[in-house]
C-alpha cells in the first residue's frame, strides 16, 4: 500500500507541476498580448527531450549531477503530507521533520553543482556560484520564519503544526503573519523566477548550470524542477493554509499562491547576485524579526 | 574659413619643404600631398601644434594605372572645424611605411586592416597576423586587379542555373499554378 | 511482424512530440539574424507552434543557419553542428544559404550551403518576413511528422563527402572528431 501510495504521490507531483509550468507560460504570453503555446507544453517539451537518441556527458559526476536534483524533489516529496487525512499518500513523518525538509532542500542543488562543475565549461560554473550565493540569500528569511513559527506552537513537525491550526480554527497565515509574509517573500528566490532567474539567465550566462545537459539529463532536470514546484507549494499550504482535505481544494490553493510567484515575475526586471542578495537581507528578513518577536513575547 | 585654411597651409609649407598642396573642392576641406618619409614629422606637427588632434581614417587608394598605391589621412580639427588629407604615394610592388600608432593608438587597427587587405607593409608594427580573413593565402583582395568572381568560382562551388537569371516571383507563380495579383503587376520586368 | 509495427506506433508519437516543441539555437550568423526577434516576440509569435529558444547547443534541436556563411564562421558552425544531440535539423534562411544571394562573388564567403551541412528546410528571401520564417517552420513540422527530416543521419552516413568539401575550403583544419 506504501509503495503505490508513493508512486501515486510521485505521478500527481508530476503531472500537476508540469501542468503548472505551462499554465506559467500560457499566463506569461496572454499578459504579454499574444497567445501561448498549449497548457500542455511542458509534457510534449519533456517527452521530445526523453526521446533524443543520444545522451552526451563528461564523467560519471556529470551523468549523476540531475539524479542528485531528483533525488532530492523525491526526498522531500515523501516527508511532506500532501493531504490531511488519507490512506493513499504515505505519510513518513516524524517528530523534527521540519528541520530535516530545511537540509534536504538544499542537499539537490548541491549535487548538481557537483555535476556542473565537471564539465569544465565556465558557464556552468558561474551559473552555479551565483545560484548557490543566492541560496544564501533567501534562506535568511526562510529559516527565520520556520523557527518563528515552531517557537510559537511549540512542535518541530509538519503534522504538528497542521494538527495545531486545525484546533485553533484559524490559519496559521492570520495568527503569525509575519511569518507568512517572510516566507511569501522568500519562495520568490526559490522559485528562480525573474527578478531572482540571475541562475538559468539564457541570453546572458547560456543557462547556467544546465549549459552541458542536453537530452535525458535535461528531462530529468526539467521534471525535478515541476515535482520540486508542486513540494515548495504543497509545503505552503500545510504550514500557513491549513492543509487540504481533498485533491479540488489542494489545486485550488496551490494555484492560488503559484500565482504569486508568476505574476510578480512578468512585472519585474533581472537582479544582479548582490543586488538580490541585499534585497533578501532588507525587508524579508525585517519581517522574519518581526516574526520570531512575535512568537517569543506573545 | 578662407583665410584659416591660407593661414595653414603657408605655416605647413613653412616648416615642410615638401608639401604641395592639391585642389580643394570644399569650404572646410584641405588637401595637402607630401613624400612618405615626412609623414610621421608632419602628422605630429599637424597634432600637436595645429590643433588636428582626430584622426578620423586611414584609407588607401589603387592607382593601377600608374602603379602606385596611395595612403591617405584624415584628420579633424574640433576647434577650426577643418579636415585635412595628407596623402602620400607608395611604389605597388613594394609598399612599405613607416607606423604611426605612437601618434594615434587608433591608427593600429587601420594599419592592420590595409596590411591585410591591400599588402601594405608598416615597420615597426606590433600586432597579430590575421585580421578579418582566416587562413587567407591569395593575394591582397582589395587591390583592383584581384578578380573576385573568378577567385569564387573556382575556390567556392556554385550553384548552377545564375546565367539565365529568371524572375523569381514570376517563375514561382507559374511552377505553382498562381497569379499575381494586379496591384503587383507593374513591378514584373 | 509486431516489432514493425509497434515501432511504427513509436515513431508517430516521436515524431509528433518532436514536431510540436522545435528548440531552436539562438545564434545569428549573418545579416538574416534581424528576422528572429521579430517572429519570437508579441506580433508574430513562434511560442504558439513550439518553437523557443535555447542556448546552448547541447539543448537545441534547429541550428538556423540565417544568412552568409565566411569561412571563419563555418569553422565555428561545423564545431556547433557537431555537438548538438541527434535528432538535428538545419534550417537555410535567407537566399545565401541558397545559391550565394548578393555575395555570390565574393572571396570569402561559401555559396551553397548543401555541401558543407546537410540542410532540411530552405526558406528563401533576402530576409524572409516574420510570415515566410513561420511557414518554414511549418514545412519542417510536416517533413518531421513524415519521418523525411533526416539531416542528421545523412551526414553520418556520408561523412567523407561533406568532410571532403570541409577541407577543401578550410586550408587549416583544426577540429577535433566528436563522437556521436
Request: glycine letters at 8%; aromatic letters at 12%; charged letters at 20%.
Amino acid at each position: 500500500m506504501n509503495i503505490l501510495g508513493a508512486v501515486v504521490t510521485f505521478l500527481l507531483a508530476f503531472v500537476v507541476g508540469m501542468t503548472y509550468g505551462g499554465l506559467n507560460r500560457k499566463i506569461t504570453a496572454r499578459i504579454q498580448n499574444r497567445k501561448g503555446p498549449p497548457f500542455y507544453q511542458n509534457f510534449i517539451d519533456a517527452f521530445k527531450l526523453a526521446s533524443k537518441k543520444s545522451a552526451i556527458h563528461h564523467g560519471a559526476m556529470h551523468h549523476l549531477g540531475p539524479a542528485f536534483l531528483m533525488v532530492s524533489s523525491v526526498v522531500t516529496l515523501m516527508i511532506v503530507p500532501v493531504l490531511t487525512h488519507s490512506q493513499w499518500f504515505p505519510n513518513l513523518n516524524f517528530q523534527g521533520d521540519l528541520i530535516f525538509l530545511l537540509y534536504i532542500m538544499t542537499f539537490g542543488p548541491l549535487g548538481m553543482a557537483l555535476g556542473a562543475g565537471q564539465t569544465g565549461n565556465p558557464n556552468s560554473a558561474i551559473g552555479v556560484t551565483r545560484g548557490l550565493s543566492q541560496m544564501v540569500g533567501f534562506e535568511i528569511p526562510w529559516v527565520m520564519a520556520l523557527v518563528a513559527i515552531m517557537i510559537q506552537y511549540h512542535t518541530t513537525s509538519i503534522t504538528g503544526l497542521m494538527a495545531a491550526q486545525a484546533q485553533s480554527g484559524t490559519w496559521l497565515m492570520f495568527s503569525s503573519p509575519f511569518a507568512f509574509i517572510a516566507a511569501i517573500l522568500a519562495m520568490l528566490g526559490m522559485f528562480g523566477y525573474s527578478p531572482f532567474d540571475v541562475v538559468i539567465a539564457p541570453a546572458e550566462l547560456a543557462s547556467g548550470p544546465a549549459s552541458e545537459n542536453g537530452g535525458k539529463y535535461l528531462f530529468t532536470m526539467m521534471s525535478s524542477g515541476s515535482v520540486f514546484a508542486f513540494v515548495k507549494l504543497t509545503l505552503y499550504v500545510d504550514l500557513f493554509l491549513g492543509g487540504a482535505d481533498n485533491i479540488i481544494m489542494l489545486l485550488i490553493k496551490t494555484f492560488a499562491l503559484y500565482m504569486i510567484p508568476v505574476l510578480y515575475s512578468n512585472t519585474s526586471v533581472r537582479y544582479r547576485t548582490e543586488q538580490s542578495i541585499r534585497w533578501f537581507w532588507g525587508w524579508p528578513t525585517f519581517f522574519g524579526l518581526l516574526a520570531i518577536l512575535q512568537a517569543v513575547i506573545f | 574659413m578662407n583665410e584659416l585654411k591660407e593661414v595653414i597651409i603657408k605655416r605647413i609649407k613653412a616648416n615642410f619643404a615638401d608639401a604641395a598642396e592639391r585642389n580643394d573642392f570644399k569650404d572646410n576641406r584641405l588637401d595637402i600631398a607630401v613624400k612618405k618619409e615626412t609623414i610621421p614629422s608632419i602628422l605630429f606637427y599637424l597634432k600637436d601644434e595645429m590643433g588636428f588632434i582626430h584622426l578620423s581614417d586611414i584609407i588607401c587608394v589603387d592607382w593601377l594605372e600608374e602603379g602606385e598605391l596611395e595612403v591617405v589621412f584624415i584628420l579633424w580639427s574640433p576647434v577650426d572645424k577643418i579636415k585635412v588629407f595628407v596623402r602620400t604615394r607608395l611604389d605597388r610592388d613594394n609598399p612599405v611605411m613607416d607606423n604611426v600608432d605612437m601618434i594615434w593608438r587608433q591608427a593600429n587597427t587601420y594599419e592592420r586592416e590595409m596590411r591585410e587587405m591591400f599588402g601594405v607593409q608598416f615597420t615597426g608594427l606590433v600586432a597579430p597576423d590575421e585580421f578579418i580573413l582566416e587562413d587567407w593565402q591569395g593575394p591582397p583582395p582589395f587591390r583592383r586587379d584581384f578578380d573576385t568572381a573568378a577567385y569564387a568560382e573556382k575556390t567556392f562551388w556554385q550553384r548552377p542555373g545564375r546565367e539565365d537569371a529568371q524572375d523569381v516571383r514570376e517563375t514561382i507563380a507559374k511552377r505553382d499554378g498562381e497569379e499575381i495579383p494586379d496591384f503587383a503587376k507593374k513591378y514584373s520586368r | 511482424m509486431n516489432d514493425k509495427n509497434s515501432q511504427k506506433i513509436v515513431d508517430i508519437i516521436q515524431n509528433w512530440a518532436r514536431k510540436h516543441s522545435i528548440w531552436v539555437l539562438a545564434y545569428g550568423t549573418g545579416c538574416g539574424a534581424i528576422e528572429i526577434p521579430p517572429t519570437m516576440t508579441s506580433r508574430y509569435d513562434a511560442e504558439r507552434l513550439g518553437v523557443r529558444g535555447a542556448a546552448t547547443p547541447r539543448q537545441a534541436d534547429v541550428l538556423l543557419i540565417s544568412g552568409y556563411l565566411t569561412v571563419k564562421t563555418i569553422k565555428r558552425v561545423i564545431r556547433v553542428y557537431e555537438q548538438m544531440q541527434d535528432p538535428k535539423y538545419v534550417i537555410g534562411f535567407g537566399s545565401c544559404t541558397i545559391n550565394g544571394g548578393m555575395y555570390y562573388d565574393s572571396y570569402n564567403t561559401i555559396n551553397v550551403l548543401d555541401r558543407y551541412l546537410p540542410v532540411d528546410v530552405y526558406i528563401n528571401g533576402c530576409m524572409p518576413r516574420p510570415e515566410a520564417v513561420l511557414s518554414g517552420f511549418a514545412q519542417l513540422q510536416k517533413r518531421i511528422a513524415a519521418g523525411r527530416a533526416t539531416g542528421a543521419q545523412h551526414y553520418k552516413e556520408n561523412l567523407e563527402w561533406y568532410r571532403a568539401n570541409q577541407k577543401k575550403i578550410i586550408p587549416n583544419w583544426v577540429m577535433p572528431d566528436y563522437n556521436w
